[in-house]
């Protein structure tokens, strides 16, 4: 699969991606929707994440941008202190109040999940755009992924908020060791891990 590290200039082409690739996911179109139904608001969201790991050039993606991997490396951060204010007003602006708390203890139980774990690279999103699923875009572009950080010798780590999509992730060497559920219903997140060479 060819792919390439995304750099600023695609950072609106990523979070396009993340936008359509996550508008129905199961986690996060229940988290971020708003009363009125609509989805332009996801735009935004998704490039504070891009934006974020753009800064450890962890964002890679296929070269017209069908699918797109966003990562952080060993003790990376999401979101920088900036972008952490700009986060929570952007959720102050588009998610009522109880839905913005709910949002914050789904962060919370993110975290919480990955925190005890050894050394890794983190797969915070991987996402394929509805144009192009199907064909094995996103499969392959995160298996070059994995071949870089097998390099690395340096094992990986994510969390499948669609179970559908569970069976593509062992198929890759993932491994499932626990999970945790959402916050506004009981869908199931898994904590997946990969040790090197899967």
């Given at each position: 699969m060819e792919s390439r590290p995304a750099t600023c200039a695609d950072a609106d082409l990523v979070a396009a991606c993340l936008r359509f690739a996550f508008a129905s996911d199961p986690v996060w179109g229940l988290a971020l929707r708003r009363d009125d139904g609509t989805t332009d608001h996801h735009?935004?969201?998704?490039?504070?994440?891009?934006?974020?790991?753009?800064?450890?050039?962890?964002?890679?993606?296929?070269?017209?941008?069908?699918?797109?991997?966003?990562?952080?490396?060993?003790?990376?951060?999401?979101?920088?202190?900036?972008?952490?204010?700009?986060?929570?007003?952007?959720?102050?602006?588009?998610?009522?109040?109880?839905?913005?708390?709910?949002?914050?203890?789904?962060?919370?139980?993110?975290?919480?999940?990955?925190?005890?774990?050894?050394?890794?690279?983190?797969?915070?999103?991987?996402?394929?755009?509805?144009?192009?699923?199907?064909?094995?875009?996103?499969?392959?572009?995160?298996?070059?992924?994995?071949?870089?950080?097998?390099?690395?010798?340096?094992?990986?780590?994510l969390e499948s908020s669609n179970a559908g999509n569970n069976h593509r992730y062992e198929r890759l060497g993932y491994r499932p060791i626990g999970g945790f559920s959402a916050v506004r219903d009981d869908t199931w997140i898994a904590a997946m891990w990969r040790d090197v060479g899967g």
């Open positions: 735009h935004e969201y998704w490039r504070l994440f891009v934006d974020g790991a753009l800064r450890y050039g962890t964002v890679f993606m296929t070269p017209g941008g069908e699918a797109v991997s966003v990562w952080l490396p060993p003790g990376g951060v999401e979101l920088a202190d900036e972008q952490i204010a700009a986060l929570e007003h952007f959720l102050s602006q588009n998610l009522a109040p109880d839905d913005q708390k709910s949002m914050f203890e789904l962060y919370r139980r993110f975290e919480a999940s990955r925190a005890p774990l050894p050394e890794h690279y983190y797969l915070s999103m991987l996402g394929t755009h509805p144009d192009h699923r199907g064909r094995g875009v996103g499969q392959g572009l995160l298996a070059a992924d994995l071949a870089r950080w097998d390099t690395e010798r340096t094992p990986t780590y």
